[in-house]
């Protein structure tokens, strides 16, 4: 079982930089895919970026390819999103969710695969 606890949403004006942290506790933690999903208003909650258990493969959103980066820190159990070069677009409340192998037969980006959940952190872009 995971616990997952997002931090570091805040206002940030457009084209400015914010990074979020997941703080990832319970057994084994990082035996679990990580994926940090938004949901803007009035819209579908999407995956933004994606990183696998290991650490080794991750993937973006083509909406967010190149301006956020996704990434672990052992030391601290987290995994981080930063995020950079930020529009208006990309507000919205972002949430870190976990799976283990029994959600990895769908897409990284399908929520439904996803069991474990944070409470999210809320970014809001704007000048």
């Known amino acids: 079982q995971l616990r997952l606890v997002e931090s570091g949403g805040d206002l940030v004006q457009p084209g400015g930089s914010l990074r979020l942290s997941c703080a990832v506790s319970?057994?084994?933690?990082?035996?679990?895919?990580i994926t940090w999903f938004r949901q803007a208003p009035g819209k579908e909650r999407e995956g933004i970026s994606y990183?696998?258990?290991?650490?080794?493969?991750?993937n973006y959103a083509d909406s967010v390819k190149g301006r956020f980066t996704i990434s672990r820190d052992n030391a601290k159990n987290t995994v981080n999103l930063q995020m950079n070069s930020v529009k208006a677009e990309d507000t919205g409340v972002y949430y870190c969710?976990?799976?283990?192998?029994?959600?990895?037969?769908?897409?990284?980006?399908?929520?439904?695969?996803?069991?474990?959940w944070g409470r999210g952190t809320q970014v809001t872009v704007s000048s």
């Open positions: 319970g057994i084994t933690p990082f035996n679990y895919d």
């Open positions: 990183t696998s258990a290991s650490g080794e493969v991750t």
């Open positions: 969710a976990g799976r283990g192998p029994m959600g990895r037969g769908r897409e990284w980006y399908d929520r439904l695969a996803y069991p474990h």
